[in-house]
DNA sequence: TTGTGTTTTATTGCCTCC
DNA sequence: GGAGGCAATAAAACACAA
């Protein structure tokens, strides 16, 4: 197994470059942790970005425009499931669903296909934006961008009130893979609109069929709200029940608490939640491949502030600019994304939340032990701010706290640096296929354009790039993968509380969490 | 060992935007 | 018209049960 697949990766270096035949190549788990943490954040990657990537992981630029295109639909595949499964649940319930107004109880039923739970990137963004009353500059800076991609891959578009519910209840309900998503929902829980080309002349809430539009698209949430009415309290219990305090200390033991426990297991009554998720028996990177990672530092691509050092530039020259910026999130990173391949006992773990949910079953119950959750998830939110901002580049002075906070939290998974970049990546043995050599030279007219605007950005990216792979990391920020999903539960509630908009949640920890980041 | 089902990768065509 | 994205499709790779 482990030979078959060394022999498939070696495999794999060596004719990737010769992708014309029709033999499909495997990528390596490193490559596609590379690409799957990438894809966390940038759904959309740029083509600096995608050509960056392509080099650090030994692809060709068609390979990683490709493989995010397969990527996304995947996602919307899993979106898909997800919707029909709750549609299905919604209507055995008999429950009488707030559609607000328009599309009545159909809304399994896409009524435009792609459209009620694939948003258009562009268009959410800007609606991102005014929704949620960031600035220009904030967009610039990742607010907008953030936000809204995360929107735009999640699922989560029940209107309002619903949205943290869902956000709660519904962290695979987007793509499992992509729990970071739902922190990105507003403060206010409250969605951007849905038909983002509308709401960029509106500006404001919508209405009609676009809020029936977010209020469809997660009916059973919704429906499941307007059962509860009154008895369900977004940041307590489920289900109007109250529970006793927590006693003094109750999260200083490192089996800390219900706030480091996934959700499946403090909360057997959510349904969605990530231990509920099924778990799709996935011939992937568990049993695939090689348990050993061979490193390659991934942590450049996503490289922190380089890319977002990049991309602020990019973004204040282009609209269209879609990706998101948080790859800032890395800045206490910085390190490998290989890093999340391996766990503290050496065995292969997740490389991101996308992973984990993969290996669910392969982690089991160890993956609940969580021994070092709290700590480590403790302190990486207590060096949070410091780590980041220590890392800050160069220009980032202007960087918000809140930003930063954001940032910080989401995807970055310190853990043990990966020192060894084993993967040589052999790029000049990949070189891209002819035909992709000629797709080079005919986007040259359009590419002089973007390069000479971005030259500055992509020189930078290079350069921090390489910086970026130098720098430690500090072991305090380091954790088990196994808490990914947990830690970025936790993060996700820091997340809404950094947000500056009005947050009608409750008086948890999110609160002090946020009151403590202040 | 084989058959079956699932996932991943590559290709192609169409559409939209600039 | 080119670029990028999406969707459909085929096929390979893999897991698993019999």
Redesign the pocket.
């Known amino acids: 197994?482990e030979e078959?697949?060394e022999l498939?990766s070696e495999e794999n270096n060596v004719s990737?470059g010769m992708?014309?035949?029709?033999?499909?190549?495997?990528?390596t788990p490193a490559?596609?942790a590379g690409?799957e943490k990438f894809y966390n954040e940038h759904?959309?990657?740029?083509?600096e970005m995608?050509l960056e990537l392509a080099v650090e992981l030994g692809?060709t630029e068609?390979?990683v425009?490709?493989?995010?295109?397969?990527?996304?639909?995947?996602d919307?595949r899993l979106l898909k499931d997800e919707t029909v499964v709750n549609c299905r649940q919604d209507r055995s319930s008999g429950v009488v669903q707030d559609r607000g107004s328009g599309l009545g109880q159909d809304s399994c039923g896409s009524t435009k296909?792609?459209d009620y739970k694939?948003l258009d990137?562009?268009e959410v963004e800007s609606q991102g934006i005014h929704d949620n009353g960031f600035s220009a500059a904030d967009m610039a800076y990742g607010h907008g961008n953030k936000f809204t991609e995360n929107v735009n891959e999640m699922e989560d578009t029940s209107s309002e009130s619903s949205s943290y519910l869902q956000d709660m209840m519904f962290p695979q309900g987007q793509d499992p893979y992509d729990m970071e998503s739902s922190r990105y929902l507003t403060s206010t829980r409250a969605l951007p609109p849905l038909n983002p080309?509308s709401a960029i002349n509106m500006r404001h809430k919508p209405s009609g069929y676009l809020k029936v539009k977010g209020e469809i698209e997660n009916a059973a949430i919704t429906a499941v709200k307007k059962q509860l009415e009154r008895n369900y309290r977004e940041d307590g219990p489920l289900l109007g029940v109250d529970f006793d305090p927590l006693p003094p200390g109750a999260f200083e033991g490192q089996n800390a608490g219900p706030v480091h426990e996934p959700y499946g297991v403090s909360n057997p009554a959510l349904p969605n939640s990530p231990d509920f998720s099924p778990v799709?028996?996935?011939?992937?990177l568990?049993?695939?491949?090689p348990l050993h990672m061979e490193g390659i530092d991934f942590g450049s691509l996503h490289g922190g502030s380089d890319f977002q050092d990049m991309q602020d530039k990019k973004a204040r020259h282009s609209i269209?600019q879609?990706q998101n910026f948080y790859s800032i999130n890395h800045f206490p990173t910085r390190n490998s994304s290989l890093d999340l391949l391996e766990g503290d006992n050496g065995e292969a773990s997740a490389y991101n939340c996308t992973k984990n949910h993969?290996i669910g079953v392969m982690l089991g119950v160890e993956g609940m032990r969580s021994d070092s959750t709290s700590n480590h998830s403790d302190h990486y939110e207590e060096n949070l701010v410091v780590k980041q901002t220590d890392l800050l580049p160069h220009g980032y002075d202007n960087l918000n706290l809140k930003n930063v906070q954001r940032s910080g939290h989401v995807k970055s998974k310190p853990s043990q640096s990966v020192r060894n970049s084993q993967i040589s990546v052999r790029t000049e043995e990949r070189g891209p296929?002819a035909r992709m050599a000629k797709?080079?030279?005919?986007?040259?007219?359009?590419?002089a354009k973007n390069h000479q605007r971005n030259a500055d950005g992509a020189r930078m990216l290079s350069n921090e790039i390489m910086d970026a792979k130098r720098i430690k990391v500090d072991p305090l920020q380091q954790y088990h993968v196994k808490q990914a999903p947990i830690a970025e539960i936790d993060q996700r509630k820091i997340q809404r509380s950094v947000v500056p908009i009005s947050a009608s949640f409750s008086d948890d920890e999110t609160a002090d969490t946020s009151s403590s980041l202040d």
Request: charged letters at 40%.
């Open positions: 197994m078959s697949c498939q990737m992708m014309k035949n029709k033999k499909r190549k495997l990528k490559q596609v690409l759904k959309y990657p740029t083509e995608k692809l068609k390979q425009s490709g493989w995010f295109c397969h990527r996304r639909l995947k919307k296909h792609g694939y990137t562009k080309k799709k028996r996935q011939p992937g568990s049993s695939r491949y269209k879609r993969r296929p797709e080079q030279m005919f986007k040259g007219s359009r590419k």
